[in-house]
């Protein structure tokens, strides 16, 4: 039986920020290929973790598959900075787009993966027609750009919302991931693997957890998420 491969995509504005280049080798040295990296206007949500230029110097100095999540209400001029950097994956917001397909096309004809993003309470019916044209759904389990703020806790529906965008992905016949964002915990990840989760971006409450080195977290991480493909075979 084939095994699910689950990416851990750790999330560059949760390492640290004064000392960049060398959060980057840590996480390297784990063996994990992909980062994910938040680009953030400061209007659409209120935090600018990297700026444009920062993300370009990232780019020259490390190989892994850069995971671009814009959370901005002007897509167009974001996504073609991000394609002009040389990124793997663009997800941006539906709530923030008035021309979807036009985005969807401007990312897939750079050969760059497609993403498209939803906030929390942002139901799943927006997906009806773009959902084909998708390589990812990115599901904010947090509303975007919050998650300085410990007292924010993941939303109660978020296995419910993961479970049906399965499900709709499953009836459509379509290989679209399923990436998951915000307070992706070591106490969640097994529910929402189980659930059908397949890339998790891993943040302050996961992989840079403080008191533990990034090595220490990841095979912590990596155990959760054993239990939640368990859970799921166990039902089959």
Same mark, same amino acid.
């Given at each position: 039986?084939?095994?699910?491969?689950? *990416?851990?995509?750790?999330? !560059?504005?949760?390492?640290?920020?004064? $000392?960049?280049?060398?959060?980057?080798? +840590?996480?390297?040295?784990?063996?994990?290929? *992909?980062?994910?990296?938040?680009?953030?206007?400061?209007?659409?949500? %209120?935090?600018?973790?990297?700026?444009?230029?920062?993300?370009? &110097?990232?780019?020259?100095?490390?190989?892994?598959?850069f995971d671009v999540h814009i959370m901005a209400n002007d897509?167009?001029?974001?996504?073609?900075?991000?394609?002009?950097?040389?990124?793997?994956? !663009?997800?941006?917001?539906?709530?923030?787009?008035?021309?979807?397909?036009?985005?969807? $096309?401007?990312? &897939? /004809?750079?050969? *760059?993966?497609?993403?498209?993003?939803?906030? %929390?309470?942002?139901?799943?019916?927006?997906?009806?027609?773009?959902? %084909?044209?998708?390589?990812?759904?990115?599901?904010?389990?947090?509303?975007?750009?919050?998650?300085?703020?410990? $007292?924010?806790? #993941?939303?109660?529906?978020?296995?419910?919302?993961? /479970?049906?965008?399965?499900?709709?992905? #499953? +009836?459509?016949?379509?290989?679209?991931?399923? +990436?998951?964002?915000?307070?992706?915990?070591? +106490?969640?990840?097994?529910?929402?693997?189980?659930?059908?989760?397949?890339?998790?971006?891993?943040?302050?409450?996961?992989?840079?957890?403080?008191?533990?080195?990034?090595?220490?977290?990841? #095979?912590?991480?990596?155990?959760?998420?054993?239990?939640?493909?368990?859970?799921?075979?166990?039902?089959?």
């Amino acid at each position: 039986m084939q095994h699910r491969k689950i *990416t851990i995509a750790p999330s !560059i504005m949760c390492a640290d920020l004064c $000392n960049l280049e060398k959060s980057v080798r +840590e996480i390297e040295k784990e063996g994990l290929d *992909t980062l994910h990296i938040d680009v953030i206007d400061g209007a659409f949500s %209120p935090s600018m973790p990297l700026g444009i230029d920062t993300i370009k &110097r990232l780019r020259k100095i490390t190989d892994m598959d850069f995971d671009v999540h814009i959370m901005a209400n002007d897509n167009e001029f974001f996504i073609q900075e991000m394609i002009n950097i040389g990124v793997e994956q !663009i997800s941006f917001h539906i709530e923030s787009s008035v021309h979807i397909d036009r985005y969807v $096309n401007l990312i &897939r /004809k750079s050969g *760059t993966k497609v993403g498209i993003a939803l906030n %929390p309470a942002t139901p799943l019916s927006v997906l009806e027609y773009v959902l %084909p044209q998708c390589d990812t759904v990115v599901l904010m389990l947090i509303n975007p750009g919050f998650a300085t703020d410990k $007292n924010e806790k #993941q939303i109660s529906y978020a296995i419910k919302k993961v /479970k049906d965008l399965h499900q709709l992905i #499953q +009836e459509k016949g379509l290989n679209t991931r399923i +990436e998951v964002d915000g307070r992706v915990s070591l +106490e969640t990840i097994p529910g929402l693997v189980d659930a059908g989760a397949d890339i998790l971006v891993a943040g302050s409450t996961s992989l840079f957890i403080k008191d533990k080195s990034i090595a220490e977290n990841k #095979q912590i991480m990596e155990e959760r998420i054993s239990e939640g493909i368990s859970l799921g075979e166990a039902v089959k």
